[in-house]
């Protein structure tokens, strides 16, 4: 695989063995015995120059993936085998990342402290949903509803929207808005994929209008900024307190509309390793399977 990306990006054989440190022979030999295994062509030579075939874009896409997860193995491996109790990859949805995130990783090193956390932030719930299911992530912490029938919750809070301003508008002055107040008003939104647009949508769709998205941000802290730089307004989870970007200003919302958090596992992960860790969550018993 690596002998493949190099002569893939470089696409040239005699530049790709010099980034390998070796010779252009054995590295030809190593492409054409890779092709013969696959049984198919992977790259088209000239005397210029290497293009990948289509069967050979598919494989540089999915073998950098691959190798990125063997480089993350070796270093986890490395950990244990240093004394390390355990290593866990969790990943966090965007406004727990700065709120959540900080508590339990502080949690985790007094109650267990030769755990070794692999943190991911700023994540979007169908994301990580693949992740748990494909086993690149043990723990998530999301907002559900959640489609797959392969994890399970534990609920942990419940947020209500807000509405983020920039300070200039001319609601900043007013305490709490109504959602029919933002009607007119151009939306600064999550991904259409995420738990808080579809709520969100569906609670302005109750209060009589769709609402106009003239930007998309899958990180909150960009969502944030594209709002105090005013390009419009958001509803964002209370959790945004975390953050203290000039220009902005949050009101409450009346009969606002709210948004679990959860944290996420795999169902058959039954290891004590990660029993012990969702122990750090204080929160109900978890419930078993789709929460959809």
């Known amino acids: 695989m690596r002998y493949f990306i190099a002569v893939a990006e470089e696409k040239h054989f005699g530049r790709a063995a010099q980034r390998l440190h070796m010779a252009q022979p054995p590295l030809s030999q190593q492409i054409k015995a890779l092709e013969e295994q696959l049984g198919t062509q992977l790259l088209v030579r000239t005397t210029r120059k290497v293009d990948l075939t289509a069967a050979g874009a598919l494989l540089l896409t999915r073998a950098r993936l691959l190798l990125a997860e063997v480089e993350k193995l070796e270093q986890d491996v490395k950990l244990v ?23 339990i990783v502080q949690a985790a090193r007094v109650h267990m402290p030769g755990l070794r956390l692999n943190v991911q932030g700023e994540m979007l719930t169908p994301e990580m949903e693949i992740a748990l299911e494909e086993q690149r992530v043990d723990v998530a912490v999301l907002r559900p509803p959640i489609r797959s029938n392969q994890l399970s919750l534990k609920f942990l809070e419940k947020d209500e929207l807000v509405v983020a301003l920039p300070e200039d508008h001319e609601m900043a002055s007013r305490g709490i808005l109504d959602l029919e107040d933002l009607a007119e008003e151009p939306f600064i939104s999550y991904p259409l994929t995420s738990a808080v647009n579809t709520i969100s949508t569906e609670a302005c769709r109750q209060a009589g209008f769709s609402p106009h998205i003239v930007q998309e941000a899958q990180e909150t802290s960009t969502l944030l ?29 009346r009969n606002a509309p709210a948004v679990d958090l959860a944290v996420a596992w795999k169902t058959d992960n039954e290891t004590a390793l990660l029993k012990k860790f969702l122990d750090l969550f204080k929160a109900p018993a978890p419930t078993e399977g789709n929460q959809a």
Request: glycine share 18%.
């Open 225 to 253: 900024s594209f709002v105090s730089a005013g390009m419009g307004v958001a509803l964002v989870p209370t959790a945004r307190r975390m953050f203290g970007l000039q220009g902005l200003v949050f009101r409450q919302l």
């Open 81 to 103: 085998g240093q004394g390390a109790s355990g290593v866990l990859r969790v990943g966090f949805s965007g406004t727990a990342t700065y709120r959540l995130m900080p508590m």
